[in-house]
């Protein structure tokens, strides 16, 4: 009956609490200098900075017709994979991250620390790095993989596992944390890409969608290069540019010069403090991450 007056996410703190903590251990265990960079890496690919100006990608995507389904399938995931962690999941489970509800265990605390007490400002489960990173890649996998382009399309899948573990081995998700988050971004991955075969059937076969066809913008002169290596490289280079842009960021985040919530009461919130933004004012003279201000503020 205890369960019953808990939230979801301290509910799962109890069921799981053996398992989240051994994976935990098994992390704090191998942390070194090599793998923190290593881990700040691959988080970069689910970080809102990298996701963002994806989604921007795949919008410039479904403007060419030769790569107008790689574009549905790239949107549409990520829209779907957010709306199911940040609108619904998130608000609903209420789960407390783990620098926060585990400060009284020494060798984690360490651990944190050691890998850049990085910080956030909402809630724990899922991981939304995780679900944007499987988002993505289910997506790009199964439209890479449906175009013959096997090897290419593995690279994807790979990236998501690792961008999993590096939210763990930076001790701001639980294992489960990132479990949820790969089950959501999986499941979002496939609804992209089924999403992108029904509206390229309707643009194919079905008035008036079928006028879309003769929105290519390879067309146009001065995009002709567009259709081939050319355009290829073009994305390319502005995906490394993109990642480059969530990446080197990463790299100087948290420690002792990232301002934290003023919220003390239960646990020291280490969340990141929601600083010189007009959305979220100091209350009372005091800096609070975005739950506890939305909490103190009554919204």
Not at 43 to 60: H, K, L, Q, R, Y
Not at 84 to 100: D, E, G, Q
Not at 236 to 241: H, L
């Amino acid at each position: 009956m205890d369960y019953l007056l808990l939230s979801v996410g301290d509910s799962i703190d109890r069921v799981f609490y053996g398992f989240d903590i051994a994976v935990f251990e098994f992390f704090a265990g191998i942390q070194n200098s090599f793998f923190t960079v290593l881990a700040k890496f691959f988080t970069s690919f689910g970080d809102e900075a990298f996701v963002i100006p994806m989604v921007i990608v795949g919008i410039v995507l479904m403007l060419f017709k030769k790569t107008r389904k790689y574009g549905f399938a790239l949107v549409f995931a990520i829209l779907v994979g957010t709306i199911v962690t940040n609108v619904i999941a998130k608000p609903a489970v209420l789960r407390i991250r783990p620098y926060n509800t585990l400060q009284d265990i020494d060798w984690y605390w360490q651990a944190y620390l050691g890998a850049g007490a990085l910080s956030e400002a909402d809630y724990s489960f899922p991981s939304g790095h995780t679900t944007a990173a499987f988002e993505i890649a289910v997506s790009m996998f199964l439209v890479f993989r449906s175009d013959g382009k096997k090897k290419i399309a593995w690279v994807f899948p790979v990236l998501a596992v690792c961008t999993m573990g590096s939210r763990v081995y930076l001790m701001v998700h639980y294992a489960t944390d990132v479990l949820g988050g790969m089950i959501i971004g999986t499941l979002s991955g496939i609804a992209g890409y089924f999403i992108m075969k029904g509206l390229m059937y309707l643009i194919a076969n079905v008035k008036p969608f079928t006028a879309l066809q003769k929105l290519d913008l390879a067309k146009l002169g001065f995009l002709k290069w567009s259709s081939g290596r050319g355009g290829a490289a073009v994305v390319t280079v502005a995906v490394i540019g993109i990642f480059l842009y969530s990446f080197i960021p990463v790299l100087s985040e948290g420690g002792e010069d990232t301002v934290r919530c003023a919220y003390n009461e239960e646990y020291d919130c280490y969340n990141a403090a929601r600083v010189d933004d007009a959305d979220y004012p100091p209350i009372d003279g005091k800096e609070y991450c975005k739950i506890h201000w939305n909490q103190l503020a009554g919204e």
